[in-house]
T-cell receptor
Framework: EAQVTQNPRYLITVTGKKLTVTCSQN?????MSWYRQDPGLGLRQIYY???????DKGDVPEGYKVSRKEKRNFPLILESPSPNQTSLYFC????????????FGPGTRLTVT | RKEVEQDPGPFNVPEGATVAFNCTYS??????FFWYRQDCRKEPKLLMS???SGNEDGRFTAQLNRASQYISLLIRDSKLSDSATYLC??????????FGKGTRLSVIA
């Protein structure tokens, strides 16, 4: 089954404790992206990647890191989480070259206390 | 900054009603547009693409007006299951997809 998976789905952590949210897709998509979604603010793009070893900042990259060492994986790293990073996070992937449908993962609900 | 603007709603409509959403986009270079549907606390899913000539999929019709830079979504004969948030999305050439904040629809029995 074609899908985007994220782990963990729910995470409660404390300020400053480094964490990684994994994202994996099995559709051989070149493009992958991370979004956060907050009430009243909609989906905001954090980082995106056009292919392996190619990443770029989105609208709200501060406090986040990403890497793209393999085509299927695009982990999101919070080196020192803060309460303002409490949010619902979505990973998405799509083909490149045309405006193809983006497939979203199920989301990760992160709470930083 | 390239943006997509939508009326946040909520739109509360009775079953069977026809409802229309509009959204405007700021990037005149955008070539492709989409409507996504998002159920509460779930991931967005593609509802339909928006073509220059407009397109229809059952009860849903999407239209594009390039001159005025707006996109519309029409839902006829609303069902309870149509209750969701509808996200307007614009693609801008080399730029990533830009999502609107969404319009919330509640269909009431």
């Amino acid at each position: 089954e074609a899908q985007v998976t994220q782990n963990p789905r729910y995470l409660i952590t404390v300020t400053g404790k480094k964490l990684t949210v994994t994202c994996s897709q099995n559709m051989n998509h070149e493009y992958m992206s991370w979004y956060r979604q907050d009430p009243g603010l909609g989906l905001r793009q954090i980082y995106y990647s056009m292919n392996v070893e190619v990443t770029d900042k989105g609208d709200v990259p501060e406090g986040y890191k990403v890497s793209r060492k393999e085509k299927r994986n695009f982990p999101l790293i919070l080196e020192s989480p803060s309460p303002n990073q409490t949010s619902l996070y979505f990973c998405a992937s799509s083909l490149l070259g045309s405006p193809y449908e983006q497939y979203f993962g199920p989301g990760t609900r992160l709470t930083v206390t | 900054r390239k943006e997509v603007e939508q009326d946040p709603g909520p739109f509360n409509v009775p079953e069977g009603a026809t409802v229309a959403f509009n959204c405007t986009y700021s990037n005149s270079a955008s070539q492709s547009f989409f409507w996504y549907r998002q159920d509460c606390r779930k991931e967005p899913k593609l509802l339909m693409s928006v073509y220059s000539s407009g397109n229809e999929d059952g009860r849903f019709t999407a239209q594009l007006n390039r001159a005025s830079q707006y996109i519309s979504l029409l839902i006829r004969d609303s069902k309870l299951s149509d209750s969701a948030t509808y996200l307007c999305v614009a693609e801008g050439g080399n730029t990533p997809l830009v999502f609107g904040k969404g319009t919330r629809l509640s269909v009431i029995a």
